[in-house]
């Protein structure tokens, strides 16, 4: 008897009971009206979870660091609201896995020269540490973009986490939907003074013999060559062939890199694969390292994805596959895995794909979130930039996130709840041809047929080819070992160092380290306690 009482006491106060795993992220409404009983029980079923979170300080073993391109938070709320009506629910009240996840902060995404950043800038930011120039890549704020310069690279060049994690025996791993050479991805492994110069054909003449294009850096130089999993698109930068349908850069060398890939691990004598489609995907096992290229520039968006086994792979397949391929490691991994195609789907003003693929985002994360274990697992939920996207007008409760913005007796037309600061639809809009006097120049758009189309582009009142990244905060969601580091408002940078202390690994290691000195006092007084117990 005691001896159980022991145990649960211990339970309690050393927090040693196994986490609860479920995330409740469908809240249905049950009663007609949401009275003051059906908010206090949310309160209070809240409170209940965030009072029993514990603070995890054991080193972070794993890390997973979820990059949504483009996903601002704007994107988050809209995107929550879809998936709950995808669900068959008003959609307000529903979360996105990492919504729930136990501390949230606040990231300032400007870059060294701009205020309004680039992906290649912010992606150099999170990854190495640095925040640099727009459009540069692993190089501090001394590289010049769009130049080459011998002399600068040596002094410039910054090192990313995949590079510290490697050093100390970390499996390492990316995925993204994006190129694998896009500017996202190529920060973790690529130095390079434009963010275009994935193939050699886009490098000036005058630079060809001072740098390396961004697919040679993956494949010849480290951490690239390192990089146990790596999964996106990219076929025609990488020289394995050509599609007519896709304008990305063609290499001109002569290069093959997926052969050239495929040979350095036979000369290394380690087990490998190289996939092109999800069903040889699914069948990786125990490769050491894995090369997966599911189109010749980037991937579907998942709304237009083939989903037969000869397709391609959902993002959440490739993130479970990378999970299983990189856990087991006994100094345990660092994955980086991008939805790098909310970003592109906002550039169109294509609100539903952009809302979708944040969606299918929060399934990868909720993936792993569900095969890792949040006491030697740290994930992290971001985005590099925001996007010129806002959530207006006052629709009604449940009205469809697509849809318009409640009618008004002033407003001719409706207008859509989702529009768009900047961007190309503004010619989906606006009406053609000289406006009477009285008319409007804007199209009703409840009158347009193709509003269920993929690309159907919102309402922009200003004509951009494409449309515009925004400028203002990002959040960021963490769950797992010293997730607390962040909690805060923070430069983009700091989120490489963070991740560097939480994993002990890297240039702030030592700043996590004065933590554990803490968790000694509290295993003595887990062992006072049941001495004084067994000997009351
Ligand atoms: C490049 O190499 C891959 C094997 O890695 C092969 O399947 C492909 O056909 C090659 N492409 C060309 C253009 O030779
Ligand atoms: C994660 O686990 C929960 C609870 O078991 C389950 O409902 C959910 O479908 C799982 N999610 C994924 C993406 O596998
Ligand atoms: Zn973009």
Sequence with gaps: MRAVLVVTFLFAVCGAAPSDKKQETEIRMVKAIEDKEVWFEEAQNRLDKVTKKKQIENKAKNIILFIGDGMGIATVTTSRIYRGQLNGNTGEESFHSFELFSNVGLIKTYTVNMQVPDSAATATAMLCGVKTNQEVIGFDANAIY?????????????????????????????????????????????????????????????YKSCTKDIARQLVEDEPGKNLNVIFGGGLQQMGFGSS???????????????????????????????????????????????????????????????????????????????????????????????????????HGNYARLALDEAVRFDEAIEKAFNITNEDDTLIIVTADHSHAMTMNGYPERGNDILGFAQKTTDKEFAYETITYANGPGYNVHKKLGAIAEGEYMWIDPSTLQNRDDTRYGHFAPIYESIETHSGEDVAIYANGPFSHLFNGVFEQSYVAHAISCAGKFGPSADYCNSALSARPSALLLCLLIIVRSLFA
Aim: charged letters at 25%.
């Design 244 to 346: 007519p349908s896709e304008s990305s850069c063609k290499r001109t060398d002569g290069k093959n890199l997926t052969s050239q890939w495929e040979n350095d691990r036979a000369t290394e004598r380690v087990s490998y694969g190289f996939v092109t489609n999800r069903e040889q995907m699914e069948a990786l096992s125990t490769e050491q390292k894995v090369l997966g290229l599911f189109g010749y520039g980037h991937m579907s968006f998942d709304l237009e994805r083939d989903t037969t086994p000869t397709g391609s792979p959902s993002i959440a397949d490739m993130t479970e596959k990378a999970i299983e391929l990189l856990q087991g490691a006994q100094n345990g991994y660092f994955l980086m895995v991008e939805g790098g195609r909310i970003d592109h789907a906002h």
């Design 146 to 206: 769009d130049e080459c310069n011998s002399e600068i690279i040596g002094t410039s060049k910054v090192e990313s986490l995949f590079k510290w994690a490697q050093d100390i025996g970390k499996r390492t791993g990316v995925v993204t939907t994006t190129r694998i050479t896009h500017a996202t991805p190529a920060a973790g492994y690529a130095h390079i003074n434009n963010r275009d110069w994935e193939c050699d054909s886009e490098i000036p003449e005058e």
